[in-house]
């Protein structure tokens, strides 16, 4: 299994920085955060970020990410087909397989029954999108409430629903627990179908009252990781396991020494569930 680090977990650094600290301390990808992307590309071109990966001896595994894909109004959906040929295009040019998509808050007046069926109509048409430029799109189901996919039985379902195998599912442990997925919903899925494994811990809180600032690095918290993880190694999947943590103060660390940190710490979880790096 090859390790990523998440441009989430090192936001206030830029792209090129990203970089670095990640081939620095280790990893095999990075997963880049999109707005960091296109700061870069206002100076740069995508056969220079391809260099830069390049001479860094790492690479791209994923742009993260579209929001709110689902529910938008016409002018907004139309906004979101351009992002995604942008971003497509972009993944296509850079050698990055993925790009990672996000359903929106759950309307008032919508029922799962809606969810499912909009979440599966906007997936295909972007999907058609992503196959253009030989991408594949994640899907990420959000725990927090109101979202409107907050499962992975949900996202799965949703996912099982389409007919092309380009699209495919994120699993973060965070999510995971706040939503209140099962571990009997991994051991039920497809391990192609699992493009991403989004790795961090927790705090010790109420489900409801957890955010994204209460994220740890793995090992730290209260998530049960080692069940996450001993679950993905029974249906067999194998392809990256990326530290993704939206915690303030880790902001405020040099990138490469929070990379060092988050790199060890996630060899450390995935040992104690049987994963040798």
Known sequence: MKLALNGATTMRADLASDIRAASAAGFDCLEIWASKLRAFLKANSTADLKRLFDEHGIEPYSINSIESITFRDAEAHAKLLEECE?????????????????????????????VIGESVRVLEEVGRIAERHNVALAFEFLGQPRCSVQTLAQASEIVGRLTRPNVGLVIDSFHFYAGGSRIESIDALDAQQLFIFHINDAEDLPREQLEDRHRLLPGLGILPLKEIIGALRRIGYDRVTSVEIFRPEYWERDPQMLARDARAATIQVLAAAGIGI
């Not at 050698?95 to 359903?103: D, G, M, S």
């Open 86 to 114: 942008e971003l497509c295009r972009i993944g296509s040019e850079i050698n990055c397989p993925y790009v990672v998509v996000v359903p929106s808050l759950l309307p008032e007046d919508k029922s799962q029954s809606d």
